[in-house]
Each structure stands twice: as structure tokens, then as C-alpha cells.
T-cell receptor
Framework: NAGVTQTPKFQVLKTGQSMTLQCAQDMNHEYMSWYRQDPGMGLRLIHYSVGAGITDQGEVPNGYNVSRSTTEDFPLRLLSAAPSQTSVYFC???????????FGDGTRLSIL | EDQVTQSPEALRLQEGESSSLNCSYTVSGLRGLFWYRQDPGKGPEFLFTLYSAGEEKEKERLKATLTKKESFLHITAPKPEDSATYLCAVQGESSGTYKYIFGTGTRLKVLA
């Protein structure tokens, strides 16, 4: 039972580079979301999706893009990496918006 | 503005020493309050959902309660394996139907 799978687990980028963080879930969940976790800040919502083809912004969306072409996948794209985007990124899914979220184990991203 | 505050930031207990963690929230219309456990290097793991004041949920040594302004996570006779960061999140009407707001967590250390 894989649940929510995030890849890669670790990544180091240079300022200005772009990359995509992958997230896949095998529970047929409609709701998916991306968070970043920084020391002393708690989890902050970046983007979320309530179903294939539907996405919306969260609290801290600037510098990130998402798309949801299938129920299973919800990739997060960094367009031009900045040091301020150094963080741990978590993807989560839920059966619907009112249900508890299932989290992946995160991607630890460093931007030099 | 919706807000979640957790206290204390950190807590050290001896094995068997019961205590409580606090989650105070400000939200215009509470849809749900969620407790998660997070181990180092892992994503948050769901513990409880509470929907209305007076509701209580229990799981092993943990018991979550809810009032109109705060929630408590009571830990009875904790063991070293209960050491983790405990996160509280709320979903409120004013924050948008699909958005969760997380607190910064309480880091619990249980000493053998």
C-alpha cells in the first residue's frame, strides 16, 4: 500500500534553475495539496486541487506552478529557483476536502 | 484572520508522566480540527478529527478534546515511542472551503 509517493527525496539546485517535484497517490483521492515546511513557520499551503483539471492557490503560491491532468499525479514546478525556496516540501491527498489528509515523506530542497 | 497557536513549543516528560498539549484557534466557522503526529524526516500522520465542541476521541494513550476556542491532546502514561512533533490544523469557513491552517507544533520528548 504505497499511499502518497514523493520524488526525489533530496535535491540541490542552483539559483535560477527549474525543476519539478513529483507526487503520486494510489488511493483514488480527489483532493491533493502541496505544502512547504520551514522552521518556526509550520506547514504552509502552496497550491491545491479538488480534482483533475482543477487547481487553486494557497497561502504562498508565488514562484510555483501546478497542474492536475490525472487523479493520481500532482506535480509542483519551480520556475526559477530562489534561495528563499529552500524548504521541505510535502504533498498530501484526501478523499475529499473534509477528510483527513495523507502525507508523503517529503522532498528536502536546497537552493544555493 | 484564521489562526492556530500551539503550546508549549517543546515538552520533555518522564516515561509515565501524563500531560496535555494545547491548540488554540481563531476561525469564523469551524469545519474540523485535525491532530497529526510527525516523526523526524517523515510526513505528518493523521491521529484525530474533531468537528464540534464537546467532542472527544481516544486512541491508545492519546485523547483529544475540543471546546469552542481550543483543543487539548492529553497523553496518559507516555512512553518513549510517543516522542514526536504533534501538529494541529483547522479548517474554517472564512479560510476557504478547501484550505487548512496548521499550527507550528509541539515537540514532545519522552525520557525512559
Amino acid at each position: 500500500n504505497a499511499g502518497v509517493t514523493q520524488t526525489p527525496k533530496f535535491q540541490v539546485l542552483k539559483t535560477g534553475q527549474s525543476m519539478t517535484l513529483q507526487c503520486a497517490q494510489d488511493m483514488n483521492h480527489e483532493y491533493m495539496s502541496w505544502y512547504r515546511q520551514d522552521p518556526g513557520m509550520g506547514l504552509r499551503l502552496i497550491h491545491y486541487s479538488v480534482g483533475a483539471g482543477i487547481t487553486d492557490q494557497g497561502e504562498v503560491p508565488n514562484g510555483y506552478n501546478v497542474s492536475r491532468s490525472t487523479t493520481e499525479d500532482f506535480p509542483l514546478r519551480l520556475l526559477s529557483a530562489a534561495p528563499s525556496q529552500t524548504s521541505v516540501y510535502f504533498c498530501a491527498s484526501a478523499a475529499d476536502w473534509a477528510q483527513p489528509q495523507h502525507f508523503g515523506d517529503g522532498t528536502r530542497l536546497s537552493i544555493l | 484572520e484564521d489562526q492556530v497557536t500551539q503550546s508549549p513549543e517543546a515538552l520533555r516528560l518522564q516515561e509515565g508522566e501524563s500531560s496535555s498539549l494545547n491548540c488554540s484557534y481563531t476561525v469564523s466557522g469551524l469545519r474540523g480540527l485535525f491532530w497529526y503526529r510527525q516523526d523526524p524526516g517523515k510526513g505528518p500522520e493523521f491521529l484525530f478529527t474533531l468537528y464540534s465542541a464537546g467532542e472527544e476521541k481516544e486512541k491508545e494513550r492519546l485523547k483529544a478534546t475540543l471546546t469552542k476556542k481550543e483543543s487539548f491532546l492529553h497523553i496518559t502514561a507516555p512512553k518513549p515511542e510517543d516522542s514526536a512533533t504533534y501538529l494541529c490544523a483547522v479548517q474554517g469557513e472564512s479560510s476557504g472551503t478547501y484550505k487548512y491552517i496548521f499550527g507550528t507544533g509541539t515537540r514532545l520528548k519522552v525520557l525512559a
